[in-house]
C-alpha cells in the first residue's frame, strides 16, 4: 500500500492550493480517505474526510474553504484549499481507511504566510 501526497506549498493568506493524494496497493474506490494535519507542538488533526459513496465531513476550521473530493478511475483523493490562512500552517496527510486499521501517506507541508 502507497500513498503518495502532493501539492504543499508556500502561499500568502487569501491563497489557494490543491492537495493530491495518489493511492496503490489497494482498492482505493472501496475505502474511505482522509485528510489530515499536523502543526508543530499540536496533534494530528482531522481536516475532512470522504466516504466511498462521496459524503464529505469537514473539522468546523475550514468549512467553506476546503473541499475534499475523490477520483476512483485515478484511484487520487484531492483537498482543494481556499482563502488559506497562516493557521491552516501545517503538514497535511491523507488516510485510507483499511478493512484492518489505517494506511497513512508520507505528508506534504503547507506554509501560509499573513
Known amino acids: 500500500v502507497q500513498l503518495q501526497a502532493s501539492g504543499g506549498g508556500l502561499v500568502q493568506a487569501g491563497g489557494s492550493l490543491r492537495l493530491s493524494c495518489a493511492a496503490s496497493?489497494?482498492?482505493?474506490?472501496?475505502?474511505?480517505m482522509g485528510w489530515y494535519r499536523q502543526a508543530p507542538g499540536n496533534q494530528r488533526e482531522l481536516v475532512a474526510s470522504?466516504?466511498?459513496?462521496?459524503?464529505?465531513n469537514y473539522a468546523d476550521s475550514v468549512k467553506g474553504r476546503f473541499t475534499i473530493t475523490r477520483d476512483n478511475a485515478k484511484n487520487t483523493a484531492y483537498l482543494q484549499m481556499s482563502n488559506l490562512k497562516p493557521e491552516d500552517t501545517a503538514v497535511y496527510y491523507c488516510r485510507a481507511t483499511g478493512p484492518k486499521g489505517n494506511w497513512w501517506g508520507q505528508g506534504t507541508q503547507v506554509t501560509v504566510s499573513s
Open positions: 470522504i466516504s466511498t459513496g462521496g459524503g464529505t
Open positions: 496497493g489497494f482498492i482505493f474506490s472501496l475505502n474511505p
